[in-house]
């Protein structure tokens, strides 16, 4: 049972907390009160579902682009965040971010091309914090190029970044998370996996591949008290997509698709992934949620 200071349980400190709020603001005593107290309270419940005190977070890829918005984001709810990737001062420079907002973190390199880096961070995790709740993979990797000039050596690296870094992830961070009983993963894919983009064949192959593992990790994990879920983000320019989207014939073809016809803004991840990390997405595994400006839903825009 946890205590404030005043001598009663954080429970009973609340509620009289409240209780004094609605008094003052609302002139009310005594059943009244009571009510307003009981209203409030229902409300902060739906609240506390995204609450993530108390959680580990680990988010490969999580440096740079959206994979650092979802970091900060999720330490922003509460949650103790790694945000690993290959360069240190990448590495060193988010972490201090994190601990700004207050927040526990590791100052520690991975490649999601090498398995034996991200069973490091996983065991180093584990030492430091006992447990892992919450997987992010968001390393990425692409290439504008036509399919058929494609060189297999850049299908290859851009697969085994993309896709087989995930699974790596997921099989090493996943298993300790379905022993727990405990966990949420959330991939990142694209609405690539659901339309064809232009000459980034081996990037839409491995994010629709991403999608499908998704689905299929979801129902062999359902019982472990593991769900695993996807964002598919639609165009959110950063330093990888910049020269594909920005003042190009692509960017304005995507921009009159997109029914809001705006790009994403990157902080624009965060509250999807908070979901998916939390409470409230506990009846929630095997989904893939586009986050696209209604790109994915659009037909006829005017």
């Known amino acids: 049972m946890e205590w404030c200071s005043t001598g009663l349980r954080r429970d009973q400190s609340f509620r009289l907390g409240v209780s004094q709020i609605v008094r003052k603001r609302c002139g009310l005593f005594g059943e009244a009160v009571r009510e307003r107290v009981r209203e409030a309270e229902e409300d902060l419940k739906g609240v506390e579902l995204f609450d993530l005190k108390g959680r580990v977070a680990v ?3 999580g440096t740079t682009g959206l994979g650092r918005e979802i970091a900060l984001g999720l330490a922003g709810a509460g949650a103790d965040v ?30 999601v091309l090498n398995r034996a880096s991200i069973q490091r961070l996983h065991d180093a995790v584990i030492e430091a914090f006992g447990k892992v709740d919450i997987l992010v993979n968001a390393a990425g990797l692409t290439k504008k190029v036509a399919t058929l000039e494609l060189d297999e050596g850049d299908w290859s690296k ?6 087989t870094g995930t699974m790596r992830a997921c099989q090493i961070f996943g298993r300790t998370m379905a022993k727990a009983g405990y966990g949420r993963i959330i991939n990142i894919a694209s609405v690539t996996a659901f ?14 591949a991403v999608a499908s593992l998704t689905k299929t990790l979801a129902v062999e994990l359902a019982q472990t008290g593991v769900n695993v879920n ?33 790009f994403g803004d990157p902080k624009e ?13 506990a009846f ?8 696209d400006g209604g790109y994915l839903a659009s037909g006829v825009n005017c």
């Open 195 to 208: 339309r064809g983009f232009y000459r980034v064949a081996p990037y839409a192959a491995s994010k629709s």
């Open 269 to 281: 991840i965060i509250g999807p992934a908070i979901f998916l990390a939390s409470e409230a997405a």
């Open 158 to 163: 851009i697969i085994e970044t993309n896709l």
């Open 230 to 262: 996807a964002i598919a983000p639609g165009v959110f320019p950063s330093d990888m997509s910049k020269p594909l989207v920005i003042g190009t014939p692509r960017g304005e073809e995507i921009l009159m698709r997109t029914p809001m016809h705006r």
């Open 284 to 291: 929630v595994t095997g989904e893939v949620i586009a986050v």
């Open 82 to 111: 790694v945000a690993s990737a290959r360069r240190q001062q990448q590495v060193d420079s988010i972490a201090a971010e994190i601990e700004a907002l207050g927040r526990r973190t590791l100052r520690i390199t991975s490649d």
């Open 59 to 61: 988010i490969a890829g």
